[in-house]
């Protein structure tokens, strides 16, 4: 059980080699194994009645297609009953009252939750280092990073403890995990995918996703994640493909775009991952063409400009009053507000909503928040325009391997840095996926698809097909069982 995919899983008790039970109980047992990686925040307590209820489900025929299968939530998504921190103290001991519709569709689809996975605090960090309940470690050097801000996702289903989990990605927060684990992780199109329910911090930008060993295991994910939403107003209603069934489907000699100074960035190691890629997918059929991304540069100042200020306006409802945590004793209604809010919330939270309040402060929206839109709007409209002439563009998913705890806390600009090959695909609404696709110095390299509009079912079967001739997606780290 231990190194088999979310599609291996399913498999196996479908044809009763073991049962969901069994499977459950394992994972259980692993996860005490592997606490100093810390990637859960919480354990659900029923998880081994909930895995009975699926075996007797299963033998009165059911076919449900996720049915007993075990699977992790990122902490930012409400479950009824069920702590749901966002990673801070300020929401350390509030229960949703509901769930959230990404958990109640894969619920529906049968699956049943371990628990809920460590993040950045309210999804704002690139480390997993900004979490209140502490960092998580990566289990391939576990003095290392594991990304964020989709970090425990990314380290549980690397080091197995579940086959697959769910993540959020707003500016790159389900791919850059994703590389440095070694794992394949897809932010889906804007809309693709419901958001209610789902702690926001930049609404525009936000966005669930699954993350799990194989693009199989993502397409599987996506197709029950997915769908139109009457409670979420940015909900697509747009027909959700069957992705699983087209994995396969010819690809023709599809183009693949290439913008080149990103490639001339990288260094020698990281670029060889790269150029090797190139040749695996050339094998399969793809062609390669240079594209141009005018302002592609702009992306990564446009995003913490635009992310700061919808976090601010998002983050104003945790006062101290209505919910969350509240500080004692204060004097006044004031006192109460500001140490509530000083109190409960992290450093780099509190840094970002004092940048999104100045961007939006009167005299300074037209020179940067509205400015930054309008960037935005040229960065979508060169992605438009590079769609003409291709059908994918691949990049890189991190300028870097994982890099040690601690190494980039003090530099928020490094920090933001490793964004700077994913936050243009979220300012444009674009589908793209991380998949394994080498190692530098025995740390895992990640390499980016980016798709076209609602054309998640091209960039998973391109992932797929790769994976097919590859084995990246299937080492795991070397951690004593």
Sequence with gaps: MLDETLTEQIKGI?????????LTEFLLDRIKDKTELNCFISINDNILEEAKAADKELERGSDKPLLGIPIAHKDIFCERETKTTAGSQMLENFVAPYDATVVSNLKRAGAISLGKTNMDEFAMGSSNETSFFGPVKNPWD??????????????????????AATG?????????????????????????????????????????????????????????MSGHDKKDSTSAQVEVDDYRALLSRPLGKLKIGIFEPLMKELDSATSLVMEKTIEELEKIGMTFTEIDLPNFSYAIPAYYVIAPAECSANLSRYDGVRFGYRCDEPSDLKELYQRSRTEGLGKEVKNRIMAGTFALTSGYYDAFYKKAQQVRRLIKNDFVEAFKKVDVIIAPATPSTAFRLGEKAGDPKEMYLQDVYTTSSNLAGLPALSMPAGFVNNLPVGVQLIGNYFDEAQILAIAHQFQSITDWHLTSPDIPT
């Design 14 to 22: 479908r044809e009763k080699k073991y049962s969901s039970f069994e």
């Design 142 to 163: 576990e003095t290392r990073v594991p990304g964020g801000s989709s970090g425990g996702s990314a380290a549980a289903v690397s080091a197995r403890l579940c086959s």
């Design 168 to 224: 959020t990605d707003t500016g790159g927060s389900i791919r850059q995990p994703a590389s440095f684990c070694g794992i394949t992780g897809l932010k889906p199109t804007y809309g693709r995918v419901s958001r209610w329910g789902m702690i926001a911090y930049a609404s525009s930008l936000d966005q669930a996703g699954p993350m799990a060993l194989t693009a199989e295991d993502c397409a599987i994910m996506l197709k029950e």
